[in-house]
Every structure is written in C-alpha cells, then in structure tokens.
C-alpha cells in the first residue's frame, strides 16, 4: 500500500507549487493512473515517489517503507520505467538488461534465462544482440520496461509507457503489464491517453495545477460527470479546453 | 563486488564501442608526444647542430675580430654573414632576418695591444724592471663596446646564451693579450714558454650512477615524461563526458532508483579508466623505445626503472580520474565539463613544470605549483627517470597523488550525495 501525506513540492526559483498538499492512498495490486494536463505534477509526484526528488513538505510510504529509514530495501521493492528512454544507445539490448539486473543483485544464469525469457515476451528476443541505437521507438519503449522488472517489484511506476509508439507495441506493452499485475504488481502510471486509462486503470486521479481535483473508478468517473461518455470528457470537463503550455 | 565488476563490464563495453573514442584516447597522445619530442630535439639541434645565420659588421680587422669570428666558427653554432654597415645589420635584425647582429668596432685590436702594453709596462715599472717614463705622458685609451642586435622576437634564453659565449670569448681574448704582452717584455725569445696559459679550474659535471653505470639523461628522458602526464591527465576529458552523458541519455536518473551505491558506478569507471591510463603510458614508452630511435631521436632508457615507472603511472591515473570524476560530477553539460577540463589540465601542466622548470617561475606561482599533482607526479617521474630513485624516494608524491585521488573521489561522492538526498 501507497499512503501518501501532505505531499508538496516547489522547485528552487519557481512561484507556484508543482504539487500541493496531496493525500492519496493507493492499494496493494491496483493499477493507478496519474492523469493530468502537461505540467499538471504528475512527473513530480511520481519522481518523489521514486526518490528521484525530494519533497518540499509531507510524508509517504511503500509498504511501510521510507527512504529515510529503508533506502536500499525500498529501491529493492520497487521498479521505474522512466519517460525516457533511459539506457545505453552503444550497447545491445541483452547488454543493457544484464547491467541494470545487475545492479539489483541478480546474477548468472538465472539472470541471462529472466532477460530471454522477457525478451521473448515482449517479442524482442530475436534482437537481444542488437545494439539499441538501431531499434525504433517501440522496441526501445520495451527495452526501458523490462530493464526495470528484471528484479520483480512489488510497486511499478511508470512514467507515460506508451508514448511515441505504435498501436502493436503499446498493446504488447499493456498486456504485459496487465499480466504483471495479476501476479501482484501494484502499478502507478502517468499517461496522456486517456482511453488507454479508461480501460486499464482499476482507478485514477485527475491532477491539475499541482492538486487532485478528482479520484475513483473510471466508469464511476464518467457516470458521475453530467453529459460524459468518455474519461477524455470528465478530463476537459474538470480541466477545461484552455491550452497548458509552460517553460 | 558484483555490482563492481558488472559497472567495471559495463564502462569497458561502452569504450570499446567507441572506436573514434579509442583512437583519440591513444592515438593522440603518442602524436603529442612525437611531436613536442621532435620540436624540442630540432629546438636543441639549432643551437648545438644547425646553423643560425648571423651579421658581422667588422670594423676593426685585426687579430681581435679575427679571434671572435674563428670562436664563432668554430662554435658550429653560427652561420657567419659579413655586413658593411651597422644600419644595414640593424635593420635586417630587427625585420626579423637575422637573430643577431654583432658589430665590432673600428681599433677594437691595436685598442686593446695598446691598452694591455700599458697596463703591462705600468706593472713592470713597479717591479723596477725598466726605466720610470712620465705618467702624464700616457695615452688615455677609452674602452671599446662590441655591439649586439637581437630580433625582438628572439628568446630571452638564446639571447642570454649568446651574451654569455661571447663575454667568455672577449675575456679569453683579453687574458691572452696580457700573457702575451708580459712574454714580450720578459723575453725575446717568443718559443720560450713562460705562461702556461691552459685553465687552472675546470668543470666537470658528475652524473647519478647506479650498478657504475652513469646515467645520462637526454631530451627524450625530460620529454617522455612531462608529455606522458600530460596526456594521462586529459583522460578528464573523456571521463567528465562520460558522466555527464549519463545524466543527459537518462541512465543516470535509471541508476539513482537503483539499489547501487553512486561510489561503486565511479568505481567502475575509475578501474576502466586506470586501465586507459596505463595503456596509454605503455604505448608512450614504447614509442619512447622503438619509434624515436627509428626517427632519430634518443633512445628512452627504461633499464631497471620500469616498476617505479609503473607505480608513479598508476597513481598519476588516479589522480587524474578522481579530478575528472569530480567534474563529471559537479558539471551539468558537455558543453561546461570538455572546455573546463581542457582548459584546467594545460594550467595544470603548467603549474607542475611540464613546459617551464618550477625553480625559473616567480616565487607566487612556485608556491602554487607545490598544490599542482602534475608537478607531483612530475617530479616522481624525474626521480625515477633522471635521479636514480627508489620506491622511497617517490614516496611522498605517490602518497599525495593517492591523497588527492580519494579526496576528489569523496568530494563527488559527497557532492552527490547531496544534491539527490531525500
């Protein structure tokens, strides 16, 4: 479980806060989505939940577990998948999934077999020794999710998975982290497509100007909106049509 | 240690995919090092064996300008061309045609033989050796004044070496004359030998022996050394960028969610780079072995010196990887870490002696050169090189090489530690 208090966050410099004064409470085996127009703080709540950055005030836990008391145990408990594409363009893919394996103390052949059998999965085994550089979008997107579930997580974070990749690669994606998540993966994304939430979300949070404006089920959501069919219609209709651009 | 050896894999992999990286990273440290070695040799040899054409105005054409031409001819160092005039010398000089202009002047010999006899019969009077004749009878001789024109553009270091070899030759001249104006007026018998005119006090420079064998240094063992940790302390440069590449292609954001500690990723790279630094410095000694003879140049003597070597090249490598790990560290762009990294290695070669010796800097910088490690590896490389030194000897410039490895190293730690604490 994901209880989260009081969180809030101004970054050096700026007026307004990127997060303020969340309190959300997310259950073991859900899948959450954070959805909210661009510089709405979604990014920020998820990179203070993966201790990327910290906090300006409020406190949260994984499981019971704090980065102040539980550092390495939490980082051990959880996976990322960044926004970008966050690996080594020179190396292969197989390359790639054995170093960051690594890194949570997975080794040898229990590790080579995980990374083919994922690989495989995810229809990338046939590229395992190509270098990275040479893949598209999609498979590059694959790469970056398996390099963060090699050590099973019990909480995955995702940070807009299926950004920039075609209808084939996103639905690969999507059920393979449906499939985690009945093996008991709780998951958080961020994404911008709101009729992928609709149908993957067991819940999801509309944030705006740093706040959650709405939370629940997205066939509740949508019931409870007067004139919506769709996510998308409770989306502008909470955050109106106005365009959110920032530097 | 898993983890260790896996960032240690990772680094080593993603240098030998660079291809263009590598060569750089080996390649032009040994073109450095040829040609600064050649420069420097050819530098040497325009003194020692080329000649420098130079201007004679001769005034005088006595036995005294003759003296001075055959010194400079057989100096082997000038080329000698004859003017008329001091203002067509002159000018030439300072055009930038010639280095040097030497004017001699008119009556410089008969001058001189008249100045010596007079100072010569001035001493014999006193000894009463001959008749007293009248002091006011004597003829003031003024001194004479040899002049010399330098390009502006020539270096202080030539002009002073000039300077001196003709002082010395003038003075010879001088010396001689008296010799020979007392053996005219002792004897007329001009093959009687009543001076030995050879030098009483000579010099003779004693050389570092070992096993009684001198060694005797050369260009190539001043050079070989100075260029190679030069070159060892640009590994900043690839270094810092690697770091901040990682920040920038998103590895780095991967690796804080990590359960890594960010001491053992820098450990990775410190052993695959400390590899590179030493690779590098084999490949300069073998340059320093086989390609210089090869091309002309002295030969790099290693014998007996080549595990001192080693361990003040691979303390030098540390040093140099904990300084580009902390910029790597602290910089945000590739943009900032290469021109910084660049820039800092050439003052810090400058600091430590690479270019000018530490004893001719003003005291300031002497003082600074003391916190340079290049002048710390410098010197441990010219004790083992030049002074014969042991592994005791090296001592306190490996330890403060060490030292100033792990204090880098813990100020990047530190550095980051901080700006990602939670």
């Known amino acids: ?247 | 240690m898993h983890k260790l050896i896996a960032s240690t894999y990772k680094e080593f992999l993603l240098l030998t995919r660079d291809i263009g990286g590598i060569a750089i990273l080996f390649i032009m440290p040994l073109v450095l090092i040829i040609t600064i070695t050649l420069i420097q040799d050819s530098t040497f040899k325009t003194v020692t064996d080329y000649k420098i054409p130079i201007l004679i105005v001769n005034n005088d054409n006595g036995h005294v300008s003759k003296t001075i031409l055959k010194g400079l001819n057989e100096s082997n160092t000038f080329e000698i061309n004859l003017k008329e005039t001091e203002s067509t010398a002159r000018d030439l000089v300072f055009k930038g045609k010639y280095q040097l202009a030497i004017i001699i002047p008119e009556n410089l010999s008969s001058g001189l033989d008249k100045k010596v006899s007079q100072n010569v019969d001035g001493i014999i009077e006193k000894f009463g050796l001959e008749e007293t004749t009248d002091n006011l009878q004597q003829e003031v001789i003024k001194g004479k004044e040899v002049k010399l024109y330098f390009d502006p553009a020539t270096q202080l270091t030539f002009k002073n070496s000039v300077k001196n070899g003709i002082d010395k030759m003038v003075a010879k001249i001088e010396t001689e004359s008296i010799y020979k104006a007392f053996q005219e007026q002792l004897t007329d018998d001009p093959s009687e030998v009543i001076f030995d005119t050879e030098s009483y006090i000579t010099f003779n420079e004693i050389l570092p022996q070992k096993d009684n064998e001198e060694y005797i240094p050369n260009s190539v063992q001043h050079n070989v050394p100075a260029w190679t940790l030069f070159a060892i302390f640009f590994i900043i440069v690839p270094l810092s960028i690697n770091i901040v590449k990682e920040k920038s292609q998103g590895t780095f954001v991967r690796l804080r969610t990590n359960p890594v500690s960010y001491a053992i990723v820098l450990g990775g790279k410190t052993l695959v780079y400390l590899m590179v630094c030493l690779i590098q410095f084999i490949l300069m000694l073998l340059v320093g072995l086989y390609v210089f003879p090869a091309i002309g140049l002295p030969n790099l003597d290693v014998s007996g010196r080549l595990p001192l070597l080693f361990v003040v090249a691979v303390f030098a490598g540390l040093a140099a990887i904990g300084l580009g790990l902390l910029l790597g560290t602290i910089a945000k762009t590739q943009e900032q870490s290469a021109p910084f990294g660049a820039t800092f290695v050439v003052i810090l070669a400058a600091l430590g002696g690479v270019w000018v010796p530490v004893f001719v800097m003003p005291k300031i910088m002497q003082t600074l050169s003391q916190i340079s490690p290049m002048n710390w590896g410098l010197n441990a490389f010219y004790d083992v090189f030049l002074r014969n030194g042991s592994l005791l000897d090296i001592l306190p410039e490996i330890s403060l090489l060490l030292l100033f490895f792990l204090a880098t190293t813990l100020i990047a730690i530190v550095y980051n530690e901080k700006k990602n604490a939670l």
Request: net charge positive; with cysteine; charged share 20%.
């Open chain 1, 1 to 247: 479980m994901i209880k989260i208090e009081q969180v809030s966050k101004k970054y050096k410099g700026s007026e307004n806060f990127s997060v303020s004064n969340i309190d959300l409470l997310i259950h073991e085996k859900e899948i959450f989505g954070l959805l909210g127009p661009n510089g709405a703080g979604k990014t920020t709540l998820i990179s203070m939940l993966c201790a990327l950055i910290k906090p300006t005030s409020g406190t949260f836990s994984i499981d019971g577990l704090t980065y102040q008391k539980n550092k390495n145990q939490l980082k051990q408990h959880i996976g990322i998948v960044p926004q970008e594409y966050a690996l080594y363009p020179s190396l292969t893919a197989f390359e790639n999934l054995k170093y960051f394996g690594s890194m949570y103390g997975l080794k040898g052949k229990e590790l080579d077999t995980k990374i083919n059998h994922t690989l495989e999965h995810l229809g990338l085994l046939h590229f395992a020794h190509k270098k990275i550089d040479a893949f598209s979008g999609g498979m590059k997107r694959r790469v970056n999710l398996i390099a963060s579930i090699l050590h099973e997580p019990k909480v995955l974070f995702l940070d807009e998975p299926t950004v920039g990749v075609d209808v084939q690669s996103k639905n690969v994606i999507i059920e393979f982290l449906q499939e985690l998540n009945k093996n008991g993966t709780t998951i958080i994304y961020t994404s911008h497509h709101l009729n992928e939430a609709e149908t993957f979300c067991t819940r999801v949070a509309i944030i705006d100007h740093g706040k959650i404006i709405i939370k629940g089920h997205p066939k509740d959501l949508i019931k409870n909106n007067d004139g919506a069919h769709n996510l998308e219609d409770v989306f502008i209709n909470l955050t109106g049509k106005a365009l959110r651009d920032h530097a």
